[in-house]
């Protein structure tokens, strides 16, 4: 038993701070109706700031004031005023992305003002972490896990006081079900959303503060699966509960504190169940717990009241206005491709080709996003697959790369038709949880093994070789034509299957999944076939993109670049073809552009930052910053040149599927 109780009660600091962010999660999600994906980052943020004003010598009292008592709760104010608020009550895809762009960005720019050098852990906040305070079944307690165990039993006094107050609890609860209807009587709905997400956000900077001393160094990657482990003690309360998630969080502490005691560091239960354990209960409350499963079902009375996306501008403009701009877009294609081939510098070259490359990879996203309404964040896990599939057949059993990339990409959609399978009754924030949980447990229990995603050093890949012509040459253009043949072939494909039966199943899902269901629709098979095809189109993507950098490793395809890779492709243009390989083209070529500037300020970060705080007018415009823009200038186009405008398109297109013809108007 003494053996039992000192594995168990080391354990519960870390279940105290999950129970921090769960209750931080829930009270989030109970009073504003945003699951708030930048949790994790919001913690972070907290933790940097205190870590460096201690660092300069602050007291940490007053180091705790500036990060967790004021900057903590001006950021969730911030995000409430300038965000959140501005996205309709029933548009959780844009409370979803936008939560993700907020995710990736604030830490970005944590980085960018501080720099990336390595920081060591501050100390507790009031209390010794070397010094022994009391005893548990006579297993010590030290000060930091002392200190944690009572911030979070204050906390969940304060929760509960706050919550449990019949006219304030009332309150909350009507703004996040309905904040029109509560405005009819007399209440501002914005001010107690604004409390709520400064109270959650206080909440943030509190599990922060309290987590970074447990670990040697402050590393952003503790606070995302910090999130995850929150996230999965919140499950158990169905999201809705304080108390559940206290409990579900402390729980989750005590059984990793038992699993990294009993099983052995060199055995495969340590190294492969432990760290998989907080994602493998999330996946399985997201799929057994049918409250979880209604996290999208809406009760606001005056949902119907927000307008749906606007179509793309490619179907609304003039039919002249459309023939001139097919035939200028085909030549600056034809002139892009001629002079990557000629005069362009081989470092420009292979950014382009990388391009070429990331756009492969973003029409998985126009599949999945664009077509089916649904966001997943394992698409970077799917190119992984079909990566170490074609370079561990090409580099170990001698089969050449491009038939190890159809391989692979075959290899990623059966693992993405087996992944939607438990997901068949999932939508919107769960799914999107649930493909969340299941790139993480390749993060940490598949890919790290030499098996998967090869020794720590990376796998080395080769190039083609097709016939007598050799692309392993220090010249990319090569492998520029070959990648932009299969873009063409994939686009090509996705058109088709946008055009097709399955296409039109989707757009009617997307719109009302009951409607579709009734009238004879089968919303398993469409979404079975479509994240399959998703899943081996980032396959056969990830494949080239390894052939292309010629060495790979687990970390080119962690879940980070999963986030990354939905917000850019939804700030360019989510439903189209032509968004995914601009959105493609873009993410390298302004990556490169930033390469220029000096210091840290030419990492990747800040193109990240960029791409984020695009994707925040997602919202507003739902079909893309670009297509916005694009759809902004024909119709000033159109009007300047005389044309026929996008309702006298709309008339058409509405003429030519009805077989009807008039003067009249169209309703």
């Known amino acids: 038993m003494s053996t039992f109780l000192s594995y168990a009660v080391p354990g519960i600091p870390f279940g105290c701070t999950y129970a921090i962010v769960a209750m931080g999660l829930v009270l989030t999600y109970r009073t504003t ?65 936008s939560a993700v762009a907020v995710f990736v960005a604030l830490p970005q720019i944590v980085l960018l003002m501080f720099g990336s050098a390595t920081r060591f852990s501050p100390p507790p906040l009031f209390l010794d972490a070397g010094r022994v305070y009391l005893h548990l079944f006579s297993t010590p307690i030290n000060g930091l896990e002392l200190e944690t165990v009572i911030m979070t039993a204050a906390m969940v006094l304060v929760v509960s006081a ?43 900077g509190l599990a922060g503060v309290l987590l970074a001393p ?66 493998l209960l999330l996946a399985i409350l997201l799929v057994a717990r049918g409250r979880l499963r209604r996290l999208e079902d809406t009760e606001d009375p005056l949902a119907a009241c927000d307008p749906p996306p606007p179509v793309p501008v490619a179907v609304t403009r003039s039919a002249e206005l459309d023939r001139v701009i097919k035939f200028g877009g085909r030549a600056l294609a034809v002139a892009a491709v001629v002079s990557v081939l000629t005069w362009v510098p081989g470092n420009w070259a292979f950014t382009l080709t990388a391009g070429v490359v990331y756009s492969i990879i973003f029409l998985s996203i126009t599949l999945v996003t664009g077509m089916s309404g649904q966001v997943s964040l394992c698409q970077a896990t799917f190119a992984g697959i079909g990566a170490f599939v074609a370079a561990q057949l090409a580099v170990h059993h001698g089969v050449p790369i491009l038939l190890g990339a159809v391989i692979g990409a075959l290899g990623a959609m059966v693992v993405g038709a087996l992944g939607a399978l438990p997901a068949l009754r999932l939508r919107g924030l769960p799914l999107a949880l649930l493909t969340l949980a299941l790139a993480l447990l390749a ?56 055009r097709a039966t399955v296409g039109r199943y989707l757009d009617a899902l997307r719109a009302s999944p009951l409607g579709a269901e009734s009238v004879g629709i089968n919303p398993g098979a469409a979404r079975v076939f479509v994240f399959a095809l998703s899943a081996g189109l980032a396959g056969l993507g990830g494949a080239l993109y390894a052939s292309l950098q010629q060495s790979i490793n687990p970390a080119d395809f962690n879940y ?37 500037l000096p210091g840290r300020w030419g990492s990747g970060g800040l193109a990240i930052v960029l791409f984020a705080f ?17 759809r ?34 169209v309703a």
């Open 560 to 596: 980070q670049f999963s986030l990354v890779f939905v917000v850019v492709v939804v700030t360019t243009g989510v439903r189209t073809v032509e968004g995914a390989i601009q959105a493609g083209v873009s993410f390298v070529v302004v990556e490169q552009l930033l390469s220029y």
């Open 33 to 97: 109706g945003v699951f708030n994906f930048a949790f994790g980052s919001q913690a972070f943020v907290s933790a940097f700031t205190y870590t460096v004003l201690i660092g300069e010598g602050v007291a940490p009292w007053l180091a705790f004031v500036i990060a967790v008592v004021v900057l903590a709760p001006a950021l969730g104010w911030v995000l409430d005023r300038f965000l959140f608020r501005r996205i309709a009550a029933t548009n959780t895809t844009a409370k979803l992305v």
């Open 162 to 204: 706050v919550l449990g107050a019949s006219r304030f609890g009332l309150t909350v609860r009507a703004a996040v079900e309905s904040p029109r209807l509560l405005e009819l009587e007399g209440i501002r709905s914005d001010r107690v959303l604004s409390a709520a997400w400064m109270g959650s956000s206080l909440m943030a």
């Open 214 to 279: 447990q670990y040697p160094t402050l590393q952003f990657n503790n606070y995302a699966i910090l999130l995850v482990a929150a996230l999965a003690a919140a499950a158990l309360g169905n999201l809705a509960d304080v108390r559940l998630a206290l409990l579900g969080g402390i729980l989750l502490g005590v059984v990793e504190g038992l699993a990294s005691g009993y099983f052995s560091t060199s055995s495969v239960w340590h190294t492969g169940l432990l760290p998989a354990i907080p994602f």
């Open 614 to 630: 695009a994707a925040l007018t997602y919202a507003r415009h739902p079909e893309g910053v670009v297509e916005f823009q694009k």
């Open 443 to 498: 993060d940490n229990a598949v890919f790290p093994y030499s098996w998967a995603g090869g020794p720590a050093s990376g796998l080395n890949v080769p190039r083609p070789q097709i016939g007598s012509i050799d692309l392993a040459t220090t010249s990319s253009k090569g492998f520029f034509v070959l990648a932009l043949l299969v873009l063409v072939a994939c686009g090509t494909g996705v058109k088709l299957v946008q």
């Open 632 to 665: 902004m200038w024909t119709e000033r186009a159109e009007r300047w040149l005389g044309l026929g405008g996008p309702s006298d398109r709309i008339v058409e297109m509405a003429t030519a599927s009805t077989g009807i013809e008039g003067d009249g108007p």
